[in-house]
């Protein structure tokens, strides 16, 4: 009887299945135990931030000091892939990862030159070493092997080749054909040349070598040997071939660029998961410029100052440049601090807000008349920036100065609550240090960043709609799913948001493109229509921070200027110090003062002063001063009503005796009177007016049947003091002298001033006690209701 053996009890069939699962199990087992080294997602790569053409601007290596940036096959030229594939394995996408065809040539020319010439490793072969470290021996090929086909058993070929991209060695700790086009070409792997792609095929061979800023000769030869077997493939014609040799590697090695370094460094924590390069919007070129012109404008200023500058394309909101520091990393300059995002005090630059929004709400049109005359609120005393006062102004006039007095009043009209919560939901979070809604805000009693003053003033040229700023572009290398930070940071800013009508918009930056630029007597803006610039200037208190910010059809620009540590820089002022740079900018910028276009809705119209109405509604004789004003949805607003006396009627009416040509009212007139009426201008403002225009000229005297001469004479009298008097402090007392107010007659209440600043009102004869606080010349001033004035000068020494 036959004895049975294995081959004969079991087909072959089913041998070599149970040999194949017996070494498959083998190979699974040694795969779960020795897993392969794929980087992954969570692996710091380097980071590059670059602008909107893919030119770098700062870039941060990884844990590990390497360079390597992260990268698609998207990403990189076809021109590199095509050198790279057929120089190093043409038939990479055939073979298992091994090339017998290779290694059988590479084995042949070894034995023949007597020395390793050629390794045949393919591109898989190469991922998996530098994946895998190993000796230069046959046992260290094997193991290459082995973990080659590990390679390709777990990846496509796709993914085996952009890993290839991404790690390759490119001489000392660069790493990958970004990190590697970034360092030796200033360009994004996307955008290469045939003679640059070529070089960066050849240099992984031996990177060291043939480092291009080290020895350009040599890694010129390898480059043309790639392009000479171009030729051989017939892959590239002779032309491009010629073409290519015609370029010289030069010994150029550039340094990592560190432009827009603190927005990179902002960018790059914001969006922590996004791979590799992150492309912002910035103009390169632009960014670079005001770099270099910034740090040397503020080589002219005291030490410790720095600057910032944002400019922003309103069309789009892409930010086009961002100067955080006017020297980074210079400690003296708090080079670190960036001063885009810092907190400080806007000064004036909230007025254009506070108008537009007036305008409306239909308090005010452009040319509505204001008061600027001392004034306070409680406690609260602000003066002008020029220490004076200028009686009658315009919205625009006021704007245009800049007057302290005039926005308060207009502050307090339209309501400190309601001004700040516009200004909330237009998207600028303000900084109030009590938290309380006061007069204050208007003068820069709030904090604000540039970055949210520029947003805000960008509305100017966007129909009255603010929009988020744009940093990012919205193609990013992001993860399968991104997290709700990184989609926040590349979606487009399309969340518009109401500010003001388009019309109000247009009104005010048209008032604020009246103002001359700095050094010059007539607005630049005044030469042609088609070339406007509005801007406005800000001073926070104590010279803290100078403010200039601009905005045309096409750009927005803020800027800032101060000591990062908050400490004063006296006499720096924002159009002194903010107002130069500005405009500096701004000639540097192509068709930067183009006009903003004007909608519908809007109208000029001749008003007068006093009443603020149309011309044409009222009579010749009440209209006393005229001006041209602009006019939104024909709303035109009066003149708001006299705050000493806003029971009276504007125009007032009053009644004359025929006979004696005297003034009446109802309780004494006679028969024969007749009514007249009179438009009156503000008490306060009465001694600021022309003699004409005041209450004394305007409204004829009362009749002695109307009130007694004791109790309200014409004249009015200040008879407590005489002018030229000089007061001392009493003997052997360092206090000041005080002093009693009393004046009489007059019509009304008597309204006292002392230097230009109102003190307080009293009914005729009333005495008040004045006590000085500081020695010097004052001028008294008492003004009746009637605009009847006396004044006398004292001394107190």
Not at 478 to 489: E, L
């Given at each position: 009887?036959?004895?049975?053996?294995?081959?004969?009890?079991?087909?072959?069939?089913?041998?070599?299945?149970?040999?194949?699962?017996?070494?498959?199990?083998?190979?699974?087992?040694?795969?779960?135990?020795?897993?392969?080294?794929?980087?992954?997602?969570?692996?710091?790569?380097?980071?590059?931030?670059?602008?909107?053409n893919g030119r770098p601007l700062r870039a941060f290596p990884d844990s590990k000091g390497v360079w390597?940036?992260?990268?698609?096959?998207?990403?990189?030229?076809?021109?590199?892939?095509?050198?790279?594939?057929?120089?190093?394995?043409?038939?990479?996408?055939?073979?298992?990862?091994?090339?017998?065809?290779?290694?059988?040539?590479?084995?042949?020319?070894?034995?023949?030159?007597?020395?390793?010439?050629?390794?045949?490793?393919?591109?898989?072969?190469?991922?998996?070493?530098?994946?895998?470290?190993?000796?230069?021996?046959?046992?260290?090929?094997?193991?290459?092997m082995l973990r080659t086909l590990q390679l390709e058993w777990h990846l496509t070929k796709t993914e085996i080749l952009t890993l290839y991209c991404n790690i390759a060695p490119f001489g000392g700790t660069i790493e990958g054909v970004q990190a590697a086009s970034y360092t030796y070409l200033n360009k994004p792997a996307s955008d290469l040349t045939r003679a640059e792609a070529a070089l960066l095929a050849v240099l992984p061979q031996s990177p060291t070598r043939l480092r291009p800023d080290l020895h350009p000769k040599a890694a010129e030869q390898a480059r043309n040997k790639v392009l000479v077997r171009m030729e051989h493939f017939n892959e590239w014609t002779q032309a491009e071939i010629?073409?290519?040799?015609?370029?010289?590697?030069?010994?150029?090695?550039?340094?990592?660029?560190?432009?827009?370094?603190?927005?990179?460094?902002?960018?790059?924590?914001?969006?922590?998961?996004?791979?590799?390069?992150?492309?912002?919007?910035?103009?390169g070129e632009l960014q670079r410029a005001l770099e270099d012109y910034v740090r040397y404008y503020v080589e002219g200023q005291p030490d410790k100052t720095s600057a910032a500058v944002l400019v922003v394309d309103n069309q789009s909101n892409n930010v086009l440049a961002y100067v955080g520091t006017a020297q980074f990393g210079d400690?003296?300059?708090f080079g670190h601090v960036d001063m885009v995002q810092a907190i400080r005090s806007p000064g004036s630059?909230?007025?254009?807000?506070?108008?537009?929004?007036?305008?409306?709400?239909?308090?005010?049109?452009?040319?509505?008349?204001?008061s600027d005359t001392p004034r306070h609120w409680g406690d609260y005393r602000p003066g002008n920036f020029s220490g004076g006062f200028s009686g009658p102004v315009s919205v625009t006039e006021a704007l245009q100065r800049s007057l302290n007095i005039p926005a308060v009043n207009l502050m307090q009209q339209f309501g400190p609550a309601d001004f700040n919560a516009r200004l909330q939901n237009a998207g600028l979070q303000l900084h109030r240090p009590n938290g309380q809604d006061n007069l204050a805000v208007i003068l820069g009693g709030v904090g604000l960043t540039l970055e949210d003053l520029v947003r805000g003033y960008s509305a100017f040229a966007n129909q009255g709609q603010s929009r988020p700023l744009r940093y990012f572009q919205t193609t990013q290398n992001t993860p399968r799913k991104p997290t709700q930070a990184v989609a926040n940071a590349t979606r487009a800013p399309n969340e518009s948001r109401y500010f003001f009508?388009?019309?109000?918009?247009?009104?005010?930056?048209?008032?604020?493109?009246?103002?001359?630029?700095?050094?010059?007597?007539?607005?630049?803006?005044?030469?042609?229509?088609?070339?406007?610039?509005?801007?406005?200037?800000?001073?926070?208190?104590?010279?803290?921070?100078?403010?200039?910010?601009?905005?045309?059809?096409?750009?927005?620009?803020?800027?800032?200027?101060?000591?990062?540590?908050?400490?004063?820089?006296?006499?720096?002022?924002?159009?002194?110090?903010?107002?130069?740079?500005?405009?500096?900018?701004?000639?540097?910028?192509?068709?930067?003062?183009?006009?903003?276009?004007?909608?519908?809705?809007?109208?000029?119209?001749?008003?007068?002063?006093?009443?603020?109405?149309?011309?044409?509604?009222?009579?010749?004789?009440?209209?006393?001063?005229?001006?041209?004003?602009?006019?939104?949805?024909?709303?035109?607003?009066?003149?708001?009503?006299?705050r000493f006396q806003p029971?009276?009627?504007?125009?007032?009416?009053?009644?004359?005796?025929?006979?004696?040509?005297?003034?009446?009212?109802?309780?004494?007139?006679?028969?024969?009177?007749?009514?007249?009426?009179a438009a009156l201008w503000p008490l306060?403002?009465?001694?600021?007016?022309?003699?004409?225009?005041?209450?004394?000229?305007?409204?004829?005297?009362?009749?002695?049947?109307?009130?007694?001469?004791?109790?309200?004479?014409?004249?009015?009298?200040?008879?407590s003091l005489q002018n030229g008097s000089l007061y001392s402090s009493p003997a052997n007392s360092s206090e000041l002298p005080s002093i009693a107010l009393q004046a009489t007659g007059g019509e009304g209440l008597h309204f006292w001033y002392v230097n230009g600043r109102f003190h307080h009102r009293a009914p005729a004869m009333a005495s008040l006690n004045l006590t000085f606080s500081e020695r010097g010349a004052f001028q008294i001033v008492v003004v009746d209701s009637a605009g009847n004035i006396d004044k006398v000068s004292i001394e107190v020494r």
């Amino acid at each position: 009887m036959k004895k049975l053996t294995l081959s004969t009890r079991y087909p072959r069939t089913i041998r070599l299945a149970f040999a194949l699962g017996i070494i498959g199990f083998l190979c699974a087992g040694l795969d779960y135990f020795y897993p392969l080294n794929l980087p992954t997602d969570d692996d710091l790569f380097a980071r590059v931030v670059v602008d909107s053409n893919g030119r770098p601007l700062r870039a941060f290596p990884d844990s590990k000091g390497v360079w390597r940036y992260a990268i698609t096959l998207d990403d990189v030229s076809p021109l590199y892939l095509d050198a790279l594939l057929n120089y190093e394995d043409r038939r990479f996408w055939y073979h298992p990862g091994i090339d017998p065809i290779a290694i059988t040539r590479a084995a042949i020319g070894n034995i023949k030159h007597q020395r390793i010439v050629s390794g045949g490793s393919t591109l898989s072969m190469q991922v998996a070493r530098l994946l895998h470290p190993h000796s230069r021996s046959f046992s260290g090929k094997f193991y290459q092997m082995l973990r080659t086909l590990q390679l390709e058993w777990h990846l496509t070929k796709t993914e085996i080749l952009t890993l290839y991209c991404n790690i390759a060695p490119f001489g000392g700790t660069i790493e990958g054909v970004q990190a590697a086009s970034y360092t030796y070409l200033n360009k994004p792997a996307s955008d290469l040349t045939r003679a640059e792609a070529a070089l960066l095929a050849v240099l992984p061979q031996s990177p060291t070598r043939l480092r291009p800023d080290l020895h350009p000769k040599a890694a010129e030869q390898a480059r043309n040997k790639v392009l000479v077997r171009m030729e051989h493939f017939n892959e590239w014609t002779q032309a491009e071939i010629d073409e290519a040799k015609i370029e010289h590697v030069y010994a150029v090695h550039r340094k990592p660029q560190r432009h827009a370094p603190l927005l990179s460094r902002r960018l790059v924590k914001q969006a922590r998961q996004l791979k590799g390069t992150v492309k912002t919007t910035l103009d390169g070129e632009l960014q670079r410029a005001l770099e270099d012109y910034v740090r040397y404008y503020v080589e002219g200023q005291p030490d410790k100052t720095s600057a910032a500058v944002l400019v922003v394309d309103n069309q789009s909101n892409n930010v086009l440049a961002y100067v955080g520091t006017a020297q980074f990393g210079d400690p003296a300059r708090f080079g670190h601090v960036d001063m885009v995002q810092a907190i400080r005090s806007p000064g004036s630059l909230l007025k254009p807000f506070l108008v537009a929004m007036a305008l409306d709400k239909g308090l005010i049109h452009s040319h509505s008349l204001l008061s600027d005359t001392p004034r306070h609120w409680g406690d609260y005393r602000p003066g002008n920036f020029s220490g004076g006062f200028s009686g009658p102004v315009s919205v625009t006039e006021a704007l245009q100065r800049s007057l302290n007095i005039p926005a308060v009043n207009l502050m307090q009209q339209f309501g400190p609550a309601d001004f700040n919560a516009r200004l909330q939901n237009a998207g600028l979070q303000l900084h109030r240090p009590n938290g309380q809604d006061n007069l204050a805000v208007i003068l820069g009693g709030v904090g604000l960043t540039l970055e949210d003053l520029v947003r805000g003033y960008s509305a100017f040229a966007n129909q009255g709609q603010s929009r988020p700023l744009r940093y990012f572009q919205t193609t990013q290398n992001t993860p399968r799913k991104p997290t709700q930070a990184v989609a926040n940071a590349t979606r487009a800013p399309n969340e518009s948001r109401y500010f003001f009508s388009p019309q109000a918009a247009w009104v005010t930056q048209n008032m604020l493109s009246e103002i001359p630029r700095p050094g010059s007597v007539h607005s630049i803006s005044a030469l042609a229509n088609h070339e406007k610039f509005a801007w406005k200037t800000g001073t926070s208190y104590g010279y803290r921070d100078s403010w200039a910010i601009g905005v045309s059809r096409r750009y927005t620009i803020g800027v800032w200027i101060g000591r990062p540590d908050g400490t004063a820089n006296p006499g720096a002022s924002g159009r002194s110090h903010a107002g130069p740079l500005l405009h500096a900018i701004t000639d540097h910028l192509d068709h930067a003062r183009q006009a903003i276009a004007q909608p519908d809705g809007i109208t000029q119209r001749e008003i007068c002063w006093p009443l603020g109405t149309l011309k044409h509604e009222q009579p010749d004789a009440h209209c006393h001063k005229e001006h041209l004003a602009w006019i939104i949805n024909d709303t035109v607003p009066p003149s708001w009503p006299d705050r000493f006396q806003p029971l009276i009627t504007n125009p007032m009416p009053y009644w004359v005796d025929r006979e004696s040509g005297m003034r009446t009212h109802k309780h004494c007139e006679h028969g024969h009177s007749a009514a007249h009426s009179a438009a009156l201008w503000p008490l306060d403002l009465e001694a600021w007016l022309a003699p004409r225009f005041r209450r004394s000229a305007l409204l004829p005297s009362l009749s002695p049947s109307c009130a007694p001469l004791s109790a309200n004479s014409r004249e009015i009298k200040i008879n407590s003091l005489q002018n030229g008097s000089l007061y001392s402090s009493p003997a052997n007392s360092s206090e000041l002298p005080s002093i009693a107010l009393q004046a009489t007659g007059g019509e009304g209440l008597h309204f006292w001033y002392v230097n230009g600043r109102f003190h307080h009102r009293a009914p005729a004869m009333a005495s008040l006690n004045l006590t000085f606080s500081e020695r010097g010349a004052f001028q008294i001033v008492v003004v009746d209701s009637a605009g009847n004035i006396d004044k006398v000068s004292i001394e107190v020494r």
